[in-house]
């Protein structure tokens, strides 16, 4: 099982960035997918989640109406578009599946957002 994200880097505050997760060794679509991001010193805390590509979408009041998460079944990936980057949004952000029946879930190994002038 692998989760492999990518897509971070660094960034001036106001711009963006698109992160990618691709899944591959479980039927990823039967997953809940989740962003998380960890910054220095602080709690990992949830960005976003989808459960499937129509359907319900939550996300982090922080993040709301800048980040947008989808996904794409067919290519096993989920997708985790940012705008408006501010610094406060410097964080590795890591790649997250469970299977809400089984319980049976997956991190990725995260990509590093810096978002700096």
């Known amino acids: 099982v692998q989760l492999v994200e990518s897509g971070g880097g660094l960034v001036q505050p106001g711009g963006s960035l698109r992160l990618s997760c691709v899944a591959s060794g479980f039927t990823f679509s039967t997953y809940l997918m989740t962003w998380y991001r960890q910054a220095p010193g602080k709690e990992r805390e949830l960005v976003a989640g989808?459960?499937?590509?129509?359907?319900?979408?939550n996300y982090a009041d922080s993040v709301k109406g800048r980040f947008t998460i989808s996904r794409d079944n067919a290519k096993n990936t989920v997708y985790l578009q940012m705008n408006s980057l501010k610094p406060e949004d410097t964080a590795v952000y890591i790649c997250?599946?469970?299977?809400?029946?089984?319980?049976?879930?997956?991190w990725g190994q995260g990509t590093q957002v810096t978002v700096s002038s």
């Open positions: 989808i459960i499937s590509p129509g359907g319900m979408r």
């Open positions: 997250y599946a469970r299977n809400i029946v089984s319980g049976y879930d997956y």
